[in-house]
């Protein structure tokens, strides 16, 4: 990778050379804390196994959880997709705890920020609120995030809206049934009244 590549992982920004396997492994270890992948090419056969060590011990991939196997490819194609190129990612979030998640959606806006478009069909807080972190924190223009809400009134009838993220990482708008679940519930908590 350039060394002046956003993608980089903060650990490796030292200015040596990065590699792409270094670079995954330090993301991966964002999105699930401790883990180490292993990968074991089997050049006859064209395919490689993976192994995920977690303190010390090392398990094959299907003793871990599912996310780490469905967002591996994600994560690796975030940093390899070359400026101009296009990412599509469905449900990024799937099987994440939220820490994951949130680091996920900053590694989303850092492709972004690359110059990758990167199309993004999430039910997640969490990834959402780590994309509009980065422009918060200075790492992302705000002019290289938006969002869209899908609105489904009726039958056959569907709104798409543009939601603009500004530098503060504040969106333009909120509309109603736009991420706002956790603040419904919290004011039930709150008062014991439910609408």
């Known amino acids: 990778m350039p060394s002046d ?6 650990n490796l920004t030292d200015g040596s ?4 396997a270094q670079n995954l492994f330090e993301w991966m270890g964002e999105i699930s804390p401790g883990v180490f992948i292993k990968a074991q090419a089997f050049k006859h056969a064209d395919i490689t196994t993976n192994q995920y060590t977690f303190g010390g011990e090392s398990y094959r991939a299907v003793n871990v959880g599912f996310g780490l196997s469905y967002v591996l ?8 997709t070359k400026p101009g190129g296009l990412v599509i990612i469905e449900n990024p979030e799937a099987h994440l705890h939220p820490r994951g998640q949130s680091y996920l959606g900053r590694l989303i806006a850092l492709a972004a920020e690359a110059g ?3 199309v993004v069909e999430t039910h997640s807080d969490h990834i959402i609120n780590g994309i509009r972190l980065m422009p918060r924190l200075g790492k992302v223009q705000d002019k290289n995030l938006l969002f869209y809400q899908v609105i489904n009134e009726d039958v056959g009838t569907t709104t798409v809206k543009k939601i603009i993220v500004n530098a503060q990482g504040q969106f333009s708008e909120w509309p109603d049934g736009f991420f706002d679940q956790q603040v419904l519930d919290m004011q039930v908590l709150m008062t014991g009244q439910d609408k």
């Open 17 to 20: 050379v990065v590699g792409i």
């Open 116 to 118: 990758v478009q990167v």
């Open 5 to 10: 590549d956003v993608r980089i992982h903060p």
């Open 73 to 80: 490819p994600i994560v690796l194609a975030l940093l390899v």
